[in-house]
């Protein structure tokens, strides 16, 4: 039996589209999630920005039944999706449909979101998204368990969720948030950038709270010769626009898991799981600037290794 989505011990790859025409992009992440679930990844994930802002695209409920459709096998999280952007009825419904369509196989993950571009496009004033995303955060995951009391528990997809709820998460970069994902009952997916020591900070408390679903570590990860430069420039870019409190986190040499084979990159990660005490992680390989072949040569590389991963997950 397959895990479920979002589940402790899972190993999972996050997914971004390259930079091309929008066909061409569809059509690469087609590729790279059925190369995943080939492989042996348990899952893939896929996240939210808009205004063409790289590496993103701005629909990731759709493109995770996208990728559902050709995968076979394992499940697909739209996480984080940027909940402050819709009201919490309309972001249900659409998990709930696409969660009817594919039983089993769709997880949903939620965040406030950071960049301003992303509110203006949806006429959300920013300074309100925290608090938006505070008071739509346990109404969404009420009603993707089947308890919603308002008119919008009629739905039938949504009746159906509880019987089979929907595997959700919460990014989550304090202590609070981390209390807050325990006292709701979801797993908390950290910051890919901070390092062990903050992360385990948050795990601590998050088990302490009573927080008993996955902790979601996710590393930047490559086998062989890593392409250094490129690697470089995205944390440059990184760095040019992420809020002064969030680089406070970020650890010095730990965003990225390199080594010339999959057992040196396997007992790396385990190395950095341990320390962050997180028990689940979601893989990137993707880095802006290298070639779609050279990222399906990456995920190629988990073939026959993924077993290794697995130990390094389980500790």
């Given at each position: 039996?397959e895990p479920a989505?979002?589940?402790?011990g899972s190993?999972?790859l ?17 590729r ?37 459709e ?19 009825a ?10 009817a369509?594919?039983?089993?196989r769709?997880?949903a993950g939620?965040a406030?979101g950071?960049?301003p571009?992303d509110f203006?496009?949806?006429?959300v004033p ?8 505070k ?11 089947g ?19 929907l595997p ?12 807050r994902?325990?006292?709701l009952d ?8 901070q ?15 009573g927080?008993?679903?996955a902790r979601?570590?996710?590393r ?6 890593a ?5 470089a420039?995205?944390m ?8 002064e409190?969030a680089v ?13 084979g999959a ?13 962050s005490?997180c028990?689940?992680?979601n ?15 990456q ?9 290794l991963f697995?130990?390094?997950v389980?500790g």
């Amino acid at each position: 039996m397959e895990p479920a989505p979002l589940a402790p011990g899972s190993v999972s790859l996050r997914l971004y589209p390259h930079d091309g025409p929008a066909v061409e992009q569809i059509d690469e992440l087609r590729r790279q999630a059925q190369l995943a679930a080939q492989v042996g990844f348990d899952g893939v994930m896929v996240s939210e920005h808009h205004a063409d802002f790289p590496g993103y695209l701005p629909n990731p409920v759709q493109l995770a039944g996208v990728l559902l459709e050709v995968m076979g096998r394992g499940w697909a999280a739209p996480c984080p999706l940027l909940l402050p952007m819709k009201p919490y009825a309309l972001v249900a419904e659409d998990l709930a449909w696409l969660a009817a369509a594919h039983p089993g196989r769709l997880g949903a993950g939620f965040a406030a979101g950071a960049l301003p571009v992303d509110f203006e496009l949806a006429e959300v004033p920013f300074d309100e998204i925290v608090e938006r995303f505070k008071g739509a955060l346990p109404r969404v995951v009420l009603a993707l368990r089947g308890g919603d009391p308002t008119p919008l528990g009629a739905d039938r997809a949504l009746r159906r969720l509880r019987q089979h709820p929907l595997p959700m998460a919460v990014a989550a970069q304090s202590v609070g948030a981390v209390r807050r994902a325990a006292r709701l009952d979801l797993a908390v997916l950290y910051d890919s950038l901070q390092g062990p020591a903050v992360s385990r900070r948050l795990s601590d408390a998050y088990l302490e709270a009573g927080g008993r679903a996955a902790r979601i570590l996710i590393r930047r990860v490559w086998i062989g010769d890593a392409p250094t430069e490129e690697m470089a420039a995205q944390m440059a870019h990184y760095r040019s626009y992420a809020p002064e409190r969030a680089v406070a986190n970020w650890g010095e040499g730990e965003q990225l898991v390199i080594g010339g084979g999959a057992e040196e990159v396997a007992q790396r990660l385990g190395e950095i799981m341990a320390a962050s005490r997180c028990d689940t992680v979601n893989i990137r390989v993707q880095v802006t600037g290298v070639a779609p072949e050279v990222v399906r040569d990456q995920i190629g590389a988990y073939d026959g290794a993924m077993h290794l991963f697995r130990q390094a997950v389980a500790g």
